[in-house]
């Protein structure tokens, strides 16, 4: 492995603490074998490992340490290429780390300051709001009127805030300004889920728009990206081949506005990556939940941008607040857990009555307990009939049925992660539907796309359901925006069960009722705010929470912002 190449992080995707040793092990070697003495070694071994954890770098060291590493040849402190970084403030990095951090920072700095802020049109402004109420709608208003003139701006806020119905807004009025018109838009997002779904918003809500809107808006609309759904992978042009992005500043992306949904999602060598790849005089919204879960990999971009920025109260950031949910019981839920506060999320639990649940799930026998009732809600509904009539129709009211109850769990493995807690309910539903042992496949049987395949336009974390067509075939329907399409079993792309899905690939997705399972063990590292604010937050209706108090508290305690510099540089490079 070359160190010194940070083009692209290694693509490390195990996970567990054997693969960590292995990893740490290695790296220490590598340390050692060039020369580096023992502490160095351990360093950089803690800190490749603090990487697939998603730390950009290490805390702090104490001066011992720093003093211990000072004469190493392979540190440096940023100005020149070496393997690692030691910055002024004690953080130890890898160098791609530190040089990714320091670019970022750098290119957002240059964004902000080339500004140049473009009044709104006011009468335009109102007719974008039609009917609308400044007490509910004046962060979204706020938003449209901010954008104008910016290379950068970041709309964030919980879900079902307006984010979406405010981002077409903001279009249209860049589209009016004439901007969009010379140089064309995109809109993107990390997942071909999430791109899919902006896309499919951002044209029923433009639909709905334009009935209400004079004639004259009508060229503005045409400009909207209204067919095809961009990954940042695509929209970057990556080469699998080259394993390299195509679009950088030599060949940037052209287009006058790139919109990146579900920006909690982008990890820093993707947000480098992205702005290297704009053109200079391009606005880039970035717009998603801050409070949400970080990205896969390394960093926490669109918490430590929101943070400075809000601490800065600077224009180019607006946080909308109220949410246009129907049930609003649940909200005072989301806002404790937001904060942190243990006995905010009781009392909040306790005043939504049976709309909000908690059930201490402290070992197997009671999650077996659990379990088995969520299981029997699932198999009381009957194996699914076989379709009659208009099958699409009949696949569409059955996958919604379906995504009416989610259960998520915030580990995929052991007994307490989806592979043991899927294996559990099938078996349940083999039983009460009396499946054949030898039948892979039955109707009700819930599975998840696990790879994107563009060709299929099946993409990772879509969810099908297997039913059975009236002449006796067994295919698994989903929901897609041209209407419910059928597949033969065998014809899927990379699947896995889906009557429990973890908590981090439910991103993006919303169900009526949710139940959300931690593990017992509140040592547990993935226990964080964030995840469980994600989990909670998929809930439109009704929410379970299966958790006892112990590791509650501890994913209440643990804010689980990265270990990294960015923001400090963010906030450095200033306006
Ligand atoms: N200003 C508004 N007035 C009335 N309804 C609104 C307004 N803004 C948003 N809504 C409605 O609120 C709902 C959620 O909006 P939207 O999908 O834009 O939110 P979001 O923040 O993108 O949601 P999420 O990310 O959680 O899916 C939609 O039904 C939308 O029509």
């Not at 001066?63 to 070496?82: F, K």
């Not at 969520?374 to 009957?382: N, R």
């Not at 270990?563 to 906030?571: D, I, N, T, V």
Request: hydrophobic residues 45%; neutral net charge.
């Amino acid at each position: 492995m070359n160190w010194l190449d940070y083009a692209q992080p290694p693509r490390l995707e195990l996970e567990g603490r054997l693969q960590e040793r292995a990893l740490g092990r290695a790296m220490a070697r590598w340390v050692q074998s060039h020369g580096g003495g023992a502490v160095l070694a351990e360093l950089a071994a803690r800190a490749a490992v603090a990487e697939l954890h998603g730390d950009t770098a290490l805390a702090p060291l104490d001066g011992e340490r720093c003093q211990a590493i000072a004469g190493e040849s392979m540190v440096g402190d940023g100005r020149e290429t070496r393997p690692f970084v030691l910055d002024a403030a004690g953080r130890f990095y890898l160098w791609r780390n530190y040089v990714h951090e320091c670019e970022v920072a750098a290119l957002i700095g240059e964004r902000r300051r080339a500004a140049t802020p473009l009044p709104v049109d006011e009468a335009g402004l109102a007719a974008l709001f039609p009917g609308g109420d400044p007490a509910r709608d004046g962060a979204q208003r706020e938003a449209v009127r901010a954008v104008g003139g910016r290379r950068l701006f970041v709309l964030t806020g919980g879900p079902g805030t307006g984010k979406t119905t405010t981002v077409l807004r903001m279009l249209l009025r860049l589209a009016r300004d004439g901007i969009a018109a010379r140089d064309g838009i995109a809109v993107a997002a990390p997942t071909g889920k999430a791109a899919q779904r902006l896309v499919q918003s951002l044209r029923q809500e433009s639909a709905r728009l334009r009935e209400q809107l004079p004639a004259d808006w009508a060229p503005y609309f045409e400009l909207l990206p209204a067919s095809e759904a961009l990954t940042v992978h695509r929209l970057l042009g990556w080469s699998p081949g080259r394993q390299a992005y195509g679009r950088g500043p030599d060949s940037p992306i052209s287009a006058g506005v790139v919109v990146v949904d579900e920006a909690s999602m982008l990890d820093l060598a993707q947000l480098r990556a992205l702005l290297r790849a704009l053109s200079p005089t391009a606005t880039l919204v970035l717009v998603g939940d801050a409070d949400q879960l970080d990205p896969v990999g390394a960093g926490s971009v669109l918490g430590d941008l929101v943070s400075v920025l809000e601490a800065q109260q600077a224009p180019e950031l607006v946080r909308l607040r109220h949410s246009f949910r129907a049930d609003s019981r649940l909200l005072p839920v989301l806002e404790a857990v937001r904060l942190g506060q243990a006995k905010a999320l009781q009392a909040a639990l306790a005043a939504a009555g049976g709309q909000g649940r908690a059930h201490p799930v402290e070992n197997s026998a009671e999650l077996a307990r659990v379990l088995r009732r969520w299981a029997d809600g699932l198999a009381e509904a009957g194996s699914p009939a076989p379709l009659a009539g208009d099958e699409a129709a009949a696949a569409t009211k059955a996958l919604r049925a379906l995504a009416e109850r989610q259960l998520l769990a915030a580990l995929r493995e052991g007994s307490f992660g989806t592979e043991a807690i899927n294996a559990a309910i099938e078996r349940h539903l083999r039983q009460r539907w009396q499946v054949p042992a030898d039948a892979p496949w039955y109707p009700g049987r819930a599975v998840m796309v696990t790879r994107n395949d563009y060709g299929l336009r099946l993409f990772n974390g879509d969810i099908g359901l297997c039913l059975r067509g009236a002449d006796g075939r067994l295919r698994v329907w989903f929901e897609t925006e041209a209407g419910a399409r059928a597949f033969a079993p065998g014809a899927l792309p990379a699947h896995e069960p889906a009557f429990a899905i973890t908590i981090h690939k439910s991103q993006g997705s919303e169900y009526d009722q949710a139940a959300v399972l931690l593990p017992p063990d509140p040592e547990h590292r993935i226990l964080s705010r964030q995840l469980l604010y994600t989990g909670l937050s998929r809930a439109r209706r009704a929410l379970e929470l299966w958790a006892p108090q112990d590791s509650l508290d501890a994913a209440l305690a643990r804010p689980a912002r990265r270990a990294g510099g960015l923001a400090e540089r963010l906030a450095a490079a200033g306006p």
